[in-house]
């Protein structure tokens, strides 16, 4: 990379050239739980299963009454509980559709302020401390420079 490239980063056409290329820097995106999943998921604790067969039992034994109450407890947890982690999915992504993480960049001989899936291989980034590094990238200059490079899962 010339000394030109490295003050002046890319130019727009070279930005638009790069993202035909490369296509857009963001990982795919996970579909989220389907609301049957949800439901079907309040059932997987063990604890489900115990009273369910204490209502068969009860059942068995023709204590109806106290199998339709034990039944519908289980019932009334199932969707309390899918209630519950079902508007906590909702406020996840209502969430992190807030998030716009951003990086500085030097386009066109000026820096800009873009968001991290519109980088490009070639754009030169602009750090300073404490901010997280947007890729893989070719360091061209620093000072005092430390860097944690502990793989950690944030869900971005």
Known sequence: MSVDERTLGLTSAQVLAQRRQYGENALPVAKGPSVWAIFFGQ?????????????????AVGEYG??????????????????????????????????????TVIRDGARAEVDLSALVPGDVVVLNAGERVPGDGRLLEAIKLTAD??????RE
Do not use: W
């Open 43 to 59: 059932f997987k604790n063990p604890l489900v299963y115990i009273i369910l067969v204490a209502a068969a039992v009860s059942l």
């Open 66 to 103: 106290d199998a339709g109450i034990i039944l519908a407890v289980v019932v009334i947890d199932a969707a309390l509980g899918f209630v519950q982690e079902y508007r906590a999915q909702q406020t996840y992504t209502a969430l992190k559709g807030l998030l716009k993480p951003t990086t």
């Open 149 to 154: 490079e502990a793989n950690i899962d944030r």
